[in-house]
T-cell receptor, first 116, second 111 residues
C-alpha cells in the first residue's frame, strides 16, 4: 500500500506543451509539497500546501501552478514547457506541528520529466 | 549562501570501514535535522532524525548534532556495498513546514 503515490512516473514531451503531475498520500498528513531535483541531485522546494492552503511558494515561474483539492491530493500543472524544466519532480508529505517527531518528510517515487 | 551545505564527494571507503558524512547549515533557528539516503533513480528515504545536541545511534548509523557550530554529521559503521548511495542532509527551520536540503554526498563503499 503506497504511502505517497505520484503519476506519471515518466513524462516525455515537446517544448511548449502543457502537462500535469498528480500526487496522493494515504498517511493522514496535512501538509504536502512539490520538490524539484535537478541533474546535480539538488532538491529544491517549490510549493507546499497545508490543509489545502498554499503556505510556501518559492521563486518559481508562474508557468507552474499547484492545486490541492483536499489535504490528501496535490497536483502540479506546468504550462509552456521549457528545456530547463527537465528534472525529477518529487511529491512529499508531512504532518505539521511543533512536536519533534511530527515533521518528517515522506517522498513519493518521483516523476521524471524530459522536455525535448 | 545556501541554507544547507554538503561536500558532494564522491566519498570512497572500503567495506567494513567507517564512513563520515558532514553537513553545515546557516539558519541558527533550525529545529530538526535529518539524513536521507537516495539510491540512483529512487526517492529519498529517511534514515535518521536528530533534534538535540549530541549523538543519536540507530544500528550502524550515528547522527551527531552541534547547534553552536551549526554542524550535523552521519557516521556509518561497518560500511557495506549496499550503503553506496547519495546521502542528503535536511534541515527544518523556523518555518516548521519548510525543509531545506543539501546537494548530497555520494558514498561509494568498495567490496
Amino acid at each position: 500500500d503506497t504511502a505517497v503515490s505520484q503519476t506519471p512516473k515518466y513524462l516525455v514531451t515537446q517544448m511548449g506543451n502543457d502537462k500535469s503531475i498528480k500526487c496522493e498520500q494515504n498517511l493522514g498528513h496535512d501538509t504536502m509539497y512539490w520538490y524539484k531535483q535537478d541533474s546535480k541531485k539538488f532538491l529544491k522546494i517549490m510549493f507546499s500546501y497545508n490543509n489545502k492552503e498554499l503556505i510556501i511558494n518559492e521563486t518559481v515561474p508562474n508557468r507552474f501552478s499547484p492545486k490541492s483539492p483536499d489535504k490528501a491530493h496535490l497536483n502540479l500543472h506546468i504550462n509552456s514547457l521549457e528545456l530547463g524544466d527537465s528534472a525529477v519532480y518529487f511529491c512529499a508529505s508531512s504532518s505539521s506541528g511543533r512536536a519533534s517527531g511530527a515533521n518528517v518528510l515522506t517522498f513519493g517515487a518521483g516523476s521524471r520529466l524530459t522536455v525535448l | 549562501q545556501k541554507e544547507v551545505e554538503q561536500n558532494s564527494g564522491p566519498l570512497s571507503v572500503p567495506e567494513g570501514a567507517i564512513a563520515s558524512l558532514n553537513c553545515t547549515y546557516s539558519d541558527r533557528g533550525s529545529q530538526s535535522f535529518f539524513w536521507y539516503r537516495q539510491y540512483s533513480g529512487k526517492s529519498p528515504e529517511l534514515i535518521m532524525s536528530i533534534y538535540s545536541n549530541g549523538d543519536k545511534e540507530d544500528g550502524r548509523f550515528t547522527a551527531q548534532l552541534n547547534k553552536a557550530s551549526q554542524y550535523v554529521s552521519l557516521l556509518i559503521r561497518d560500511s557495506q556495498p549496499s550503503d553506496s548511495a547519495t546521502y542528503l542532509c535536511a534541515v527544518r527551520g523556523n518555518n516548521f513546514n519548510k525543509f531545506y536540503f543539501g546537494s548530497g554526498t555520494k558514498l561509494n563503499v568498495k567490496p
